[in-house]
């Protein structure tokens, strides 16, 4: 089958997270000012992308942006076509596939194999994705994971199917929503083409972009089929600034109120026992907040982001508190013949009370409720931060690229699990605290019949309730047509 495939043109509305290279590219071309795109809410547009890199000058560039250019051009090129995109496949094999992700599309499980087929139109795109995987974690063996159907509609696009999704500016993970989990079924709207509002009362805000979705939590649960309501608005209101304001909310499923009435009292925030509602009709579970990712002028190759997420809303319903933090910082340039992209990340989900997080801690908070017991994950995994509640995370990782697209990343990180409070149960990871630490080294690389995608790493793993400690060495390889 992989013999008598040819390289597909993808034939796609959206570029989805997981592609460390096009992330690299497409953000030192806006840290450099040739773009002005936001870029922390994807999947992002390929309408979008196109637009804005129309406009930009090859001949004003330097080196490094042009060559970044040239390669999101490349991928450009295919992704508009319209017609029947061809099919694609890929297979891979990994030993102790990393648990906790990264913005990095690692392997999920043991062994995997995908085909895909694509086909765009003028206004529909159906892109079909099928996964078979053996023995795994969560008993789903065949998985729909990337299957959509879009469709553009003036300046917004409708999609519905198992779309992955990274909401802010942070490289090892999101606090709010991140690719640690699967994507769940769900329907959503985005914003097409990011472009200012003519408005002279919006004109002040720049380009900006709006996302929405609902989505089934299908997955085994003590309340089945609840429902995932995202909400995301993000904008640029100065060249190398860029907002984001988030909300999601658990609400609905078996023995819950469904009604319109339900969902209205989610979005007025109505919805936090002995503050702003009685216990007997709270109707979900929200998370909320913002972040902010800020380029040093005057090409100063630097930029620090941060991410502030609430668990909750103080008594008058209006003011966000128990929050989870992150914080950040990027540099990039040259190394040798290559260009890096580096970062240090440092990220909390250890609640803390007070206006903007400055109080005491709140133990057993951070992505559980009482409720929706199971909490903010899905299939045995987080929605937002890989390391659950209740943990600390450092992580410094660095992106290298050469002019023909081949990638190096490498990555250390030390996470402090489930660090407080009472065990718990539902934690992902660990009912009880454990400290870990993992290095990672992998390498992408377009040969003459594909691409291959290998890594290898190592994991140290101490729990602190038994004191019994591991090891474990990782590996994978993936080859896939595309």
């Given at each position: 089958i992989a013999l008598s495939i040819q390289a597909p043109s993808h034939a796609e509305f959206w570029a989805s997270p997981g592609d460390t290279l096009l992330r690299d590219d497409l953000q030192l071309i806006n840290d450099t000012g040739a773009t002005n795109l936001p870029l922390t809410a994807w999947p992002l547009s390929w309408a979008d992308l196109h637009e804005s890199l129309a406009e930009a000058e090859f001949e004003s560039l330097a080196p490094d942006v042009q060559a970044a250019l040239e390669r999101v051009w490349g991928r450009l090129s295919g992704e508009l076509d319209v017609g029947f995109a061809g099919f694609d496949v890929s297979a891979g094999v990994a030993e102790a596939p990393r648990i906790i992700r990264s913005f990095e599309d690692t392997p999920r499980e043991e062994t995997m194999a995908t085909l895909g087929a694509g086909w765009q139109g003028e206004r529909f795109s159906l892109h079909l994705r099928g996964t078979y995987v053996d023995d795994p974690s969560d008993g789903d063996e065949f998985r729909p994971d990337g299957t959509y159907a879009g469709l553009t509609l003036g300046n917004w696009m409708l999609s519905a199917g198992w779309q992955e999704r990274w909401w802010g500016p942070g490289r090892d993970s999101s606090l709010i929503l991140s690719t640690n989990a699967r994507p769940m079924p769900s329907i959503g709207i985005q914003r097409n083409v990011s472009r200012q509002s003519d408005s002279k009362w919006f004109r002040w805000i720049g380009p900006w972009t709006l996302t929405s979705f609902m989505g089934l939590m299908d997955d085994d649960?003590?309340?089945?089929?609840?429902?995932?309501?995202?909400?995301?608005?993000?904008?640029?209101?100065?060249?190398?600034?860029?907002?984001?304001?988030?909300?999601?909310?658990?609400?609905?499923?078996?023995?819950?109120?469904?009604?319109?009435?339900?969902?209205?009292?989610?979005?007025?925030?109505?919805?936090?026992?002995?503050?702003?509602?009685?216990?007997?009709?709270?109707?979900?579970?929200?998370?909320?907040?913002?972040?902010?990712?800020?380029?040093?002028?005057?090409?100063?190759?630097?930029?620090?982001?941060?991410?502030?997420?609430?668990?909750?809303?103080?008594?008058?319903?209006?003011?966000?508190?128990?929050?989870?933090?992150?914080?950040?910082?990027?540099?990039?340039?040259?190394?040798?013949?290559?260009?890096?992209?580096?970062?240090?990340?440092?990220?909390?989900?250890?609640?803390?009370?007070?206006?903007?997080?400055?109080?005491?801690?709140?133990?057993?908070?951070?992505?559980?409720?009482?409720?929706?017991?199971?909490?903010?994950?899905?299939?045995?995994?987080?929605?937002?931060?890989?390391?659950?509640?209740?943990?600390?995370?450092?992580?410094?990782?660095?992106?290298?690229?050469?002019?023909?697209?081949?990638?190096?990343n490498a990555s250390f990180r030390h996470m402090r699990i489930n660090r407080i409070g009472e065990p718990d149960r539902w934690h992902s990871l660990s009912p009880t605290p454990q400290v870990r630490s993992d290095i990672q080294l992998s390498h992408d690389r377009t040969l003459g019949f594909g691409r291959i995608y290998l890594g290898v790493g190592y994991q140290w793993l101490s729990d602190d309730l038994s004191g019994e400690q591991s090891e474990d060495l990782q590996a994978f390889i993936r080859w896939s047509s595309r």
């Open positions: 649960r003590v309340i089945e089929d609840g429902l995932l309501w995202g909400f995301r608005f993000t904008f640029r209101p100065v060249r190398g600034l860029e907002i984001g304001i988030n909300r999601t909310a658990q609400w609905c499923g078996d023995g819950r109120d469904c009604s319109l009435r339900a969902f209205l009292r989610v979005l007025n925030g109505n919805d936090n026992k002995g503050a702003n509602v009685d216990e007997d009709d709270e109707p979900g579970n929200q998370l909320a907040g913002f972040d902010v990712r800020w380029s040093l002028p005057r090409q100063i190759p630097l930029a620090l982001y941060m991410q502030w997420i609430a668990e909750d809303t103080r008594r008058t319903g209006a003011q966000l508190h128990q929050w989870l933090q992150q914080v950040g910082v990027e540099y990039w340039g040259r190394a040798g013949r290559y260009t890096h992209r580096t970062h240090f990340e440092v990220s909390s989900t250890r609640a803390r009370l007070g206006a903007l997080g400055e109080g005491s801690f709140i133990a057993d908070n951070a992505y559980n409720h009482f409720i929706f017991e199971t909490g903010y994950r899905y299939n045995g995994r987080t929605i937002g931060h890989g390391i659950d509640g209740d943990g600390l995370s450092w992580s410094l990782g660095t992106t290298l690229a050469d002019a023909d697209g081949n990638t190096w």
